[in-house]
């Protein structure tokens, strides 16, 4: 049987963003609260009864955390234009877990948008 885990966390950045609408406010440096949701499948160990030890899980959030809150992420490093896509995209690559990542959901509560992708395979 497959077991799907998740673990939750927010970060609070900021950011500009070049847009075709709304365009002056979204070039204005400008922040928001980030909730992220990470999900990971896997099988069961028998031994420890888990599928990965959500201990090391959170210890991967928070360093990935870290490289994300109370930052402009304009200047972080990889991840291109600020967008939920790419802090999807961003926060898959960094995650490190002996289980497969089956998916990562960035949203802000504050408007109302959500990203979501989907992995489901293996990473190499």
Known sequence: ?????????FFDAAHTLGRAIETE???RIH????????SIEGVKDESTGMVVDLGLLRRDIAILRDALDHRLLDEVDGLGPP???NLCLFIAKRLQTTATLQSIKVWRDSIGDSCALRLG????
């Open 31 to 38: 922040g928001h609260t980030y909730q992220v949701e990470v």
């Open 1 to 9: 049987m497959k077991y799907e885990l998740s673990q939750r966390f």
């Open 25 to 27: 406010p979204s070039k």
């Open 121 to 124: 395979t293996p990473r190499s």
């Open 83 to 85: 967008t939920l896509e």
